[in-house]
């Protein structure tokens, strides 16, 4: 490039935080936009990318508060969807599993939890696919107390709660909107609770909440967008891209512990 005096400059390089910034972004707005389609999706595509460019810890601040206005947003607009009935006994458990997250994601390997989390995701969509559709939707107690525990443990170390969740949602087979907005009505719970425990921790902080407000347009075009389009989804095709979409990151979990 020619300057007016005439004297040839080199192009300034991008600043690595603004690109990874930048990046993150368009992260968020594309799982902003899958969880407003089918109900979840976002904190697994996010926790999937994001930290391979910020540390999971530093990436699990900044995405907390972007969670709870997230599920929020979609929690109201679902809110005639949702069952308290339904998600009460994860509910319960629920605060008892955000504690022990929040040791996890301090004392141990968070690759390992995810390559966990990858093959129960893989090893639930292979089974899925011969096991014949479930006709009740009836809550499970005893299940829905380990699902819920485990939901809030996946939430507070790794960022996102659902696969626990998304597995148990499938055997109870919701109807799509009562799936889409009970997962809502869990996951606001979840994500308050968990920001609490992580600004306690030292996760989230002065330093991450520029980023976080920063990624908020993305995350409310993605999820106002999604939304919109859920309507014209049917129920079979729902059930076939929630499978879908749980193998996929599924295997993206055990991608980034592998490779």
Known sequence: MVNIRGTIRKDVPMDPDTLHLLMAAVIIAM?????????????????SLIPLFWDIPHAVGVMSPLGVMLTVLLAFRLRKHIHVRDILPLLIPMPIG????????????NDAIKAFLGVLLVAYVLYSIKAPEPSS????????????????????ALGTGGPPILVYASTVN?????????????????????????????LVTMETLPKTAALIPGLILGALVGNKISGKISQEV????????????????????FL
């Open 174 to 202: 919701w109807p799509r909107d009562r799936f889409r907005g009970n997962l809502q009505g869990f996951f606001v719970v979840t994500a308050i609770l968990s920001m609490i425990a992580q600004v306690n921790a030292g």
């Open 98 to 109: 955000v504690v022990a997250g929040i040791w996890i994601l301090t004392h141990w390997p």
């Open 137 to 156: 939707s009836e809550p499970r107690p005893i299940l829905g107390g380990f699902v819920g525990f485990a939901s809030g443990t996946c939430s507070a």
């Open 31 to 47: 799982g902003s936009f899958v969880q407003g389609t089918i109900g979840f999706g976002s904190g697994l595509l996010a926790m």
């Open 238 to 257: 729902f059930r076939k891209i929630v499978l879908v979409v749980l193998g996929i990151m599924g295997l993206l979990y055990l991608g980034d512990y």
